[in-house]
């Protein structure tokens, strides 16, 4: 499945509308001046306001889905097209804006 490339600093929010970023980019490929994120690396939430009694707020989150026919390190990369899910509320993770230049299947 081809998307565009996430890069750190893109606006990636959880379900709930926290800020998500990867936790450890990738400055071999960078995307707009800014490193990439890899696939198995997990991101960090900050802030999710969901209400603990409910529906749990999200801490983490992990890409279960990039690219497949291009790697970094031998890693699959995040595209906005991908599948990501949020511990421990299982939501998703939702990226709002990046960059449009390269996409990658």
């Known amino acids: ?12 929010t959880c379900a709930h509308g926290a800020p998500a970023m990867p ?4 400055p071999a490929v960078t995307l ?8 198995p690396m997990p991101w960090v939430v900050t802030g999710c ?6 529906n749990p707020p999200c801490i983490t989150a992990t890409w279960l889905m990039g690219t ?19 511990a421990p509320s299982g939501l998703p993770l939702m990226p709002i804006v990046a960059q449009t230049r390269v996409a990658a299947q």
């Open 32 to 39: 707009s001046g800014m490193p990439s994120a890899l696939l």
């Open 49 to 54: 306001p969901a209400a603990a009694a409910l």
């Open 23 to 26: 936790s450890v980019p990738n």
């Open 68 to 86: 497949v026919r291009v790697t970094s390190f031998g890693q699959p990369l995040v595209i906005q097209s991908g599948t990501s899910i949020c």
């Open 1 to 12: 499945m081809p998307g565009f490339l996430i890069q750190q600093g893109a606006t990636v």
